[in-house]
C-alpha cells in the first residue's frame, strides 16, 4: 500500500513541476532586446529561435534573464554570444558582422551542370555557395555543350550572380551527341523480306498445284503398259 502511495506522490509531483515551471517563468518581468547593426540581411536567433533579420523591425520583448544571440550571413562571420535581460528595462546591443567571402550563384540554361571555380569541382547547377575574395575563374561544364567560361572578381560580403547559357556541340564531335544511323537499304528493310517471303509461299504453291493435279504419265502414253502393270 505504501509503495502505491509514493507511486501516485511521484505521478502528480512530475505533473505539478512542470507547470509550477512554467507559471514560474510567465511571473518573471520581462524585458526588450534593441539590436543595432550595420549588417543588413543577417538572421538573428534568441535561444536558437528565429526572431527576424536586420535591421529589426522593433525592440523584441524578452523574461529575464540570460539569453542567447546568433547572427549569420552568407559571406560573414558569425556571431554568437550570451546576453543578460533586466525586466522592465531595454538591453541595446551592436553588433556588425565581418565580411570574408563574396557569395557566387550560378545558373544554367541546361540544369545539372558542373561548376568548377579556378579548375576545382564545386557543385553543379543551380548553384549559390562562398568564394573567397579575389579574381576568380569560373567554368560551367556539361556533356554535349561547349563550356561556358568567365573571370570575376569576387568581394567580400558582395552577391554575384552568373547566367551560363550553354550552346550544343555539333553532331558527332562527342559521345554525347552521336551521328544518326544511317537510313536501312532497299534489302535490310522489313517489308522486302515479307514480300520475297510471300512471293516464294506463292510460287511453291503455283508448282505444287499443277504436280499434284497432273495425270499418271503412264496412263497418258502407254495405257496398255498401265493395264498389264494393273492386272494379275
Do not use: C, N
Not at 29 to 42: E, F, Q
Not at 58 to 77: I, Q, W
Not at 120 to 131: M, S
Amino acid at each position: 500500500m505504501t509503495h502505491r502511495v509514493l507511486v501516485v506522490f511521484l505521478l502528480m509531483l512530475g505533473l505539478l513541476l512542470p507547470s509550477a515551471e512554467a507559471a514560474r517563468r510567465k511571473a518573471r518581468p520581462k524585458g526588450t532586446l534593441v539590436l543595432r547593426s550595420m549588417t543588413d540581411g543577417a538572421s538573428v536567433q534568441v535561444d536558437g529561435q528565429e526572431v527576424g533579420v536586420t535591421p529589426l523591425p522593433e525592440p523584441v520583448s524578452l523574461p529575464a534573464g540570460k539569453h542567447t544571440l546568433k547572427m549569420t550571413k552568407r559571406g560573414y562571420t558569425e556571431y554568437l554570444d550570451v546576453f543578460t535581460i533586466q525586466g522592465g528595462k531595454a538591453t541595446e546591443l551592436d553588433i556588425d558582422l565581418l565580411p570574408f567571402a563574396g557569395v557566387l550563384i550560378v545558373t544554367s540554361t541546361e540544369q545539372g551542370a558542373r561548376v568548377f571555380v579556378d579548375g576545382k569541382f564545386e557543385g553543379v547547377t543551380p548553384f549559390e555557395k562562398e568564394v573567397l575574395a579575389g579574381k576568380r575563374q569560373v567554368r560551367v561544364s556539361k556533356g554535349g555543350y561547349y563550356d561556358f567560361i568567365a573571370t570575376y572578381k569576387s568581394i567580400a560580403g558582395k552577391t554575384k550572380r552568373l547566367s551560363a547559357k550553354l550552346a550544343m556541340l555539333p553532331i558527332g564531335s562527342t559521345p554525347y551527341r552521336p551521328k544518326p544511323l544511317p537510313p536501312p537499304k532497299w534489302y535490310e528493310k522489313w517489308y522486302v523480306w515479307v514480300g520475297a517471303a510471300g512471293g516464294a509461299v506463292a510460287i511453291a504453291l503455283a508448282i505444287a498445284i499443277p504436280v499434284a493435279t497432273r495425270k499418271d504419265p503412264i496412263e497418258d502414253f502407254a495405257p496398255e503398259k498401265r493395264k498389264q502393270i494393273g492386272s494379275p
